[in-house]
């Protein structure tokens, strides 16, 4: 089919940042997920674990604990504060100062039929603080009696009459009617050198029967008495911290994270066989984590942890799923499910996203040419040309780089800036006057002749904007029929500069006639939401991939699914396709070769051939090693449209250069590993 | 494990004069567990008050009426229900009432009614279900979650059904039982209710005991009357004795146990008068009991107590099923022997507690004849150990084909008889403990030690002796261990004695180098070749092999020495018909000896040669290892070179895909 020049790419120093806090809506099925520098993300789980939303973090914004309230997300900080969360417009909605010190906890009612929502904060002064949730805001109601020593966690009694909170050596419970403390629980500090250290409750876990079950500083989790006071039970299960609980809905379940990267399972067992006298048996270990367990959420099939080790891990329990099915397959999920690489396919440049600054670098070349599986001598290095701190202590939501090379743009959720660059000279400079609509952006996205800007807003809408030198013009606004306020999180402006595609988290595809300036068509909603749009730039065929690794492909001339979609959808996708746990986030064609769709997820990257038979179920997927083996008679009859290449790992941007090459940036899992703080000495043999 | 406990008597019967039946219609729960209601075959029904052995009320019908069927207690009227004369609108067969259910009626031509119903109309018409010639072998009544079934099961020209009538909607299902072998009919039946499954358990003559498993809710039922066939499962063949199985029952106590009663115990004979409770899943015997007095095949089972009648008494028998587990199960004998096996073993062994050594002789052949030798195994065991503490108190008794030949079953070890080594070696039949050290599993590093001495200094008087008992015995075998008589005959030689083999004859026309000659005759290496395989642990052995003296230490390294260099080359040429052992045992002998006894060897002349050689050896293999560290080294290198290289942080590749 063909050779490509490929340049590889492994000096992109991408760095997650270590999760926090976890706190996952039953209801809708999502989790959010807190990391350390302050940015929030919202998963999925009943779409393919697809990571829908991303609020970008801000300096000094340290997220301890979240927590739903209904569809409302509450987070609650070192830095004191209180912050709601603007769903839609992915930003903090507002923030309310609790007055208490460095928040360490935070915890609502899971249902309440009053309707108003008490909220709770623990704060390090040691006062537990009772917010009413409004309807647009939140408002403090009272302190419950304040005890001395920091309140390190809180959970209510689903009764919501009684809160157990965790403290320095201690648990309390309180009376939420009186505000009075009715229990003192003493727990037991570490043994040895650790006696005289204060042992911190670092999580709390209150049962409809009354059981509380503790986990801290010492390593154990206890089972308490909450009518009497009594302490249970007590598991040693680490020589580090507990540092989280999460407990079954059914409450039949438990788990608990650690500081050795393991999370211990207990189940609610009898150990008679008349199910009389249940008791709290460990039952299993999961090691999933180099690192801290920082968060963790039992969910009905699984077991959902993540920790300093940056990786969200889905562990499904296998007594409640179907085995060997997709369901059951453990999930890791490393990278965020968009790209953070922009690449200039004319200039041969690469950008790359951090939170708090852009690197520009211009790609290496080389002269001559080799043989499949050459390595050719590399003529120029690679050069990073700009490093730009952003302003502000807003992170950086998105960022794009125009195609020639000659614009760049970048948004935080309260700035956007756009720069001139001179490549040859490498000088940048920023212009000045941008129209007011252009606030900010949740995605950007420049035309391929690079005379226009793209930029996604508020209620699902697109603000379009002339660049001309040396100012930047507001043109208009795109807005779609259906009035939907979820973020546009993709854009694609096509080849042709007539179509732009967008696509919006309730899953709606849109594409607007830039000719006409008005909406084309709207694409038939699909279930699962879009990971890439693409529009192929001779045939104006759109092709959608969605978080179940679906294809579509929709004709804008027709206004309706071409055959080959139809085709594809007929025969169903082969069963391994589907079973990629990682979704495609790039989709881009072969000017070369029409017929040639090319995509990406963090494994592999794809080159689907529109004019080649689909795999049959029973096809071998991938099948290029024995393509390779087999002489060139023998290819034909093996040939299939889907030609996956999983030669580079750990893909973090897969594009066509205007030369035809291959432009692919790995981030090794390795590196990151290696630049993750040690983790807790851990005695081996022989060491 | 499941535990019969002392029984005590509830009450004294009045069996028919044939002794054919006890004289119990029925043994039925009354209000708990302490109550129950006794229903006798003439015209009395009593009370009883369990623990206290005593009749609380008894109850007697008119003289010249008598009870067809037994009484039973309805806990929710707290009335009792009987059956005087068989008869309401139609012949009885019997009236069931359980807790929770309704009292029920089921007349012998298969209908059942609602003892409430049948009262309110007495009149009503009765249907017949069963068919001409057909007639009920046993009923009874379950009262599940939702439902309420009467089961009974009949008999038809050798042919049994189970009908199963569910009440309140009535249906009516009809089962077909497998057919056993022609002429059997089940002697007992019992029902229990699980998992929203009726089980049904009968047993048949020849002690074959089946499961049927029918579902609550049942198969949609076909208007025609058509019986379904029954799949069934065997659960158990139980032990029969001589001839089948007559008066017999069998209950399900629980998941796992039944209790069987009119059974032979499977370790006393074949008297069929005992009360065993099985455990169906291991299938082993859990308890058993032996019942005096005649056994009428009945036996019901109320709150962990079982109620048998037999001889002139009804007794109870308090039991305890705990859950099994295979541990416990397998604590009592899985199969069994029968008596008459039993009484040859025994008599066997009062043969060799007497006899002169010719009939023993005889019955040990005769035992060895039979094919179920490995069933004997324990038997065989207490066999072997008499005739070994007979020879040790009598000099002049030996019997040492017998004992080979017992030894030769492979059914012994040494921890059975654990002085027939010893007494081998006593006796000098180093044939007998080349087999003792061949199939013992279990010798003690004391006894190998012992052996290794008394073969290392063996003299070749002694070593003729041992030919002589070859050549007048022969083993089972033609060729035992490398060792025919042919070939002893062709190889007499030992390196003590001075002889000449032929083998030895061979090399010496060759010359070889003298580490090359084997420092010992054949027959002793063989000896010492069986000692050189059996299992040892360093630290037990160690202590006993300081008891050698330097002597036969060299001389014991300079066989291994003269094996290792044999093993090096390239083949072996005694290999051939020998039990030979590995490289790794004769180095690990090696090791352990020169560990014993190095000071000692170091300080004798003659040792100084053959540890000079060793160090040689040694370092010959240090060399060799290290060559082959080198090879792997490269072979590594080799494996590097196709695996991926190294990418750094940029390169420029071109890929083909295809």
Known sequence: MGEFKVHRVRFFDYMPAAIRAMAFNRRTERLALARADGALEIFNFADNYFQEKVIPGQDGRAVEALCWVGRRLFSAGLNGEITEYDLENLRPRYTVEAYGGPIWTISAVAYSLSGCVPCQVGCEDGTVKMFEVLEDRIQFQRNLDRQKGRIISLCWHPSASLIAAGMMDMIRIFDVETGRATHRLLVERGVGASKSKEVVVWSIAFLSDHTIISGDSAGKVQIWDGLTGTLARTHLVTKWDVLALSVSQDESSLVAGTSEGTVVQFQFLSSTLDGQNKDWVRTRTFKNHSHDVRALVHTETAVVSGGMDTQLVVRPLLDKVEKNTQESAMRKMAFPHRSLVCCAKKAGLLLFQFPDHLELWRLGESDGHGNPGDSLPVKRKPEKLIQLKRKGEDHICCSALSPCGGWLAYSTVTSFRLYRLQNNTISITKVSKLPKDLRSAHQLCFSTDSSRLFASSINSSVVVVALNQPECKYLHTLKPKSGSREPVHLLFASEDGKWLATANTACEVQVYNLDKIKLHCTVPVYGSCPTAIAIHPTSSNLVVVHADQQIFEYSLVQKEYTEWSRRLQKQGLHSLWLERDTPITHVTFNPKHPAHIILHDMFMFCVIDQSLPLPEAKTRLFNQMILRSLPEPMRILHRHAFKMCKTFQNLMCVRLLEDHSLVVVERPLLDIMSQLPAPVRQKRFAT | ?658
């Open chain 2, 1 to 658: 494990m499941a535990a019969l406990y002392e029984g005590y008597t509830l009450c004294g019967l009045a069996p028919a004069q044939n002794q054919s039946n006890s004289g119990v219609l029925g043994v039925e729960a009354e209000r708990d567990s302490d109550h129950v209601v006794v229903t006798d075959s003439t015209r009395s029904v009593t009370l009883y008050k369990v623990s206290d052995q005593k009749p609380l009320s008894s109850w007697t019908v008119k003289q010249g009426q008598t009870l067809t069927c037994s009484a039973v207690y309805n806990p929710q009227t707290k009335e009792y229900v009987a059956v005087s004369d068989g008869k309401v609108s139609a012949d009885v067969w019997r009236v069931h009432c359980v807790a929770g259910g309704e009292p029920v009626v089921l007349f012998k031509r298969g209908a059942v009614r609602l003892l409430d119903a049948l009262l309110s109309a007495p009149q009503q018409p009765i249907e017949e279900v069963l068919a001409q010639e057909e007639s009920i072998r046993w009923s009874t009544n379950i009262v599940t979650e939702s439902q309420q079934f009467a089961i009974f099961t009949t008999e038809q020209k050798g042919d049994h059904f189970l009908y199963l009538q569910r009440l309140n909607p009535n249906t009516l299902q009809r089962y077909r039982l497998e057919r056993e072998e022609p002429g059997l009919s089940p002697l007992s039946f019992s029902a229990s209710y699980r998992d929203k499954h009726i089980r049904l358990l009968y047993l048949y003559p020849n002690g074959h005991v089946y499961q049927s498993v029918v579902s609550e809710r049942g198969l949609v039922t076909d208007e025609g009357g058509q019986a379904f066939p029954l799949p069934r499962s065997l659960l158990l063949s139980l032990p029969v004795g001589e001839g089948l199985l007559e008066a017999a029952s069998a209950q399900a106590l629980d998941e796992a146990h039944i209790a069987v009663v009119g059974v032979p115990h499977p370790s006393a004979g074949s008297g069929k008068d005992f009360l065993c409770i099985w455990n169906t899943n291991f299938q082993t015997l859990q308890a058993g009991k032996e019942i005096a007095g005649k056994i009428y095949g009945q036996l019901w089972s109320f709150w962990n107590k079982l109620f048998i009648p037999h001889g002139k008494t009804l007794s109870v028998i308090p039991y305890e099923c705990p859950k099994s587990s295979l541990a416990s199960a397998l604590g009592k004998m899985r199969q069994v022997k029968t008596e008459g096996e039993l009484e040859q073993i025994c008599s066997t062994a009062t043969t060799f507690d007497t006899a002169p050594v010719e009939e023993v002789q005889r019955e040990v052949d005769l035992l060895l004849s039979r094919t179920d030798i490995q069933d004997l195994q324990p038997s065989l065991g207490q066999l072997a150990s008499t005739l070994v503490s007979r020879t040790l108190q009598d000099p002049a008794f030996y019997t040492p084909s017998s004992l080979a030949q017992l030894v030769h079953t492979r059914c012994l070890c040494h921890s059975v008889c654990p002085d027939l080594v010893l007494l081998a070696l006593e006796r000098k039949d180093y044939f007998l403990c080349q087999l003792c050290l061949q199939f013992f599993p279990d010798i003690p590093e004391a006894i190998t030690c012992a052996c290794l001495k008394a073969f290392i200094s063996l003299e070749p008087d002694g070593v003729s002796f041992m030919e002589t008992l070859i050549a007048r015995e022969r083993g089972p075998d033609g060729l035992l261990n490398g060792f025919s008589p042919t070939s002893a005959a062709e190889y007499r030689s030992d390196g003590l004695g001075g002889g000449g083999t032929r083998a030895q004859q061979d090399e010496e026309m060759t010359s070889p180098p003298p580490e090359q000659i084997c420092p010992v005759g054949l027959h002793k290496a063989v000896l010492l070749n069986e000692v050189l395989q059996t299992a040892y642990s360093d630290s037990f052995l160690l202590p006993h092999l300081k008891d050698l003296s330097s002597q036969q230490v060299v001389l014991f390294l300079q066989y291994l020495q003269f094996l290792y260099l044999k093993y090096s080359q390239d083949a072996f040429p005694q290999t051939h018909g020998l039990r030979s052992p590995s490289l790794s045992q004769i180095l690990d002998w090696v090791c352990v000896l020169l560990d014993a006894h190095f000071t000692v060897l170091v300080m004798t002349p003659e040792a100084k040669g053959l540890l000079v050689n060793l160090h040689s050896f040694v370092k010959s293999q240090v060399r060799l290892v290290s060559e082959l560290g080198k090879i792997e080294g490269s072979l590594q290198e080799l494996n590097k070179m196709t695996a991926k290289k190294d990418v750094g942080q940029y390169s420029i590749e071109i890929i083909e895909l295809f």
